[in-house]
């Protein structure tokens, strides 16, 4: 980050340019703890405020209950591409459900569009919204023959695409496909704008704010809030994947994705938004903050803790200086999104209960499908007919043939569990070594600890079982946490939670003199 004061806290050590901003914080609105209220929303992302918004205009009391600040979590870490077209392909839709889900999931893009569109419009927002051509291109005949196939089903599906001569970036192609009327916007002052009518309309948010415990008692949510409880008729997670164990924590696979914030030499800026079909992907798109356009290149995309992030960092910074003329990178920052087992996200009420509601694994196209739950959600809630409930439904029973990407991630996370508890011993002698803001999972006395090392060489031991479920978790170099490979918890380097499903802090383990 370039001389800017950071506003706008987030879940991670890196800084996106959307946190510089100057975005008046969240207006004051105050609890009456002794109130049932309609419906509590946990998470204040865009899934949540979405949601709190439309439940308060149609007459229900809401309370939003954040951990941290409102966007604290992957809405002020997203690239913010509005989308009509998705990662889970029009033909994996059609293969994996049919043409008729295809079609649904093309109109529910557009709906979700259209309501942020629709509410840009009504409260007059000024979140850099853009209306922008968007484009798929691919480099090998194998891709070009996947990308007739997305052609051919995104038009089977009623978005409109054409083939095109351009794909908006100096990467050589052999295809593209254009979608006309995409968009991107300024997403934190987006959701603070909501977020602001929301508490206009008597709705209230609770900022900072850790739900430690939620339980049932006679048909009401109770939230445990430090020495506070929230009361609510329903119950809305929003916060990107429920806390605890549930049936999304072996149907979601956490990813991390990384963006460079890239200053030009000269001014060849995409004006549309741009992605390639490699595996991992890239994406392309401009943003102006302050005066001053950034080419926003995403992508390197792995699983959160399976991968080096300094790595990422190094391949994205190569493979933009591979094609643009760099003149810096005042930016570079990742966040996390969720791989959902047949492609498309779990939206709606929880299985078994009648008024617990949930919008999880949106994959790459949070702003799209949190927008969507919000929708669905508030319709199920004010009993209104939802054409989307049962496409998106969490109680959907698909097989995922289709999917064996996904099934590889289910091994993957089972083979964690075990060799966490039963794994060898690790040699230690690189603990000494140790170089300042690293981390490392050691071994000491026949248990394994969490060690980092600060930048003034002050050392902070944790347990590194996981929370959540017991997995351990690895130090990620590039963001100065600790993240769990099974189900894509985070903690500082305290050990405090920053990104659930986990709730309680890791241990700290007592280091004499040290601590
Ligand atoms: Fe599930 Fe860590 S997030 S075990």
Partial sequence: MENNEQINPRDSYTESPWQAVDIAGTPHSTADYSLTYDVMIVGGGITGITTALLLQKAGKQCIVVEGGT?????????????????????????????????????????????????????????????????????ETDKETKQLTEILEATRRAGVEAIEYQDNGVPVPFQMAVHFVDQGQFHPLKYIYALAAEFIKLGGVILEKSFVEETIAEDGIHIANIGSQSVKAVNLVWATHIPPGITPFTFRCAPY?????????????????????????????????????????????????????????????????????????????????????????????????????????????????FGTLSGKIISDQILGIENNYSDLYSPSRIKPIAGFSEFVKENADVAWRFIADRFGAEEDLDSLKELAPEKGIIAELKGSKVAIYKDADGKVTALNPT??????????????????????????????????????KDLEKIPLGNNE
């Fill in 70 to 138: 409102i966007g604290y979590g992957t809405t002020g870490g997203t690239t913010a591409h509005l989308n009509t077209f998705f990662d889970a392909t029009y033909p994996e839709i059609e293969r994996d459900f049919n043409e008729e889900a295809a079609k649904l999931v093309a109109d529910s893009g557009k709906d979700a569009f259209a309501i942020i569109k629709d509410f840009i419009d009504l409260y007059h927002i000024e979140c850099d919204f853009e209306y922008k051509g968007a484009y798929l291109f691919s």
């Fill in 466 to 503: 996981c929370t959540h479920a017991g997995c351990i978790v690895s130090f990620n170099d590039a963001e100065k946490s600790w993240d769990c490979p099974c189900h894509g918890g985070r903690f500082d380097i305290n050990g405090k939670v920053t990104t659930g499903p986990p709730r």
């Fill in 256 to 368: 991390r994705s990384y963006v460079l914030g890239i200053k030009l030499k000269h001014d060849a800026y995409p004006t549309g938004l741009t992605y390639d079909m490699q595996e991992p992907y890239h994406y392309f798109r401009t943003h102006e903050i302050k005066g001053q356009k950034y080419l926003i290149l995403g992508g390197e995309d792995h699983k959160t803790g399976h991968d080096e992030p300094e790595n990422a960092f190094k391949k994205l910074e190569d493979y933009a200086h591979k094609y643009y003329r760099v003149e810096s990178i005042p930016y570079r920052w990742s966040s996390q999104y969720y791989v959902p087992v047949d492609g498309l996200p779990y939206i709606g009420k929880l299985t078994g209960h009648d008024s617990i509601y949930v919008g999880t694994g949106f994959n790459g196209n949070g702003m799209m």
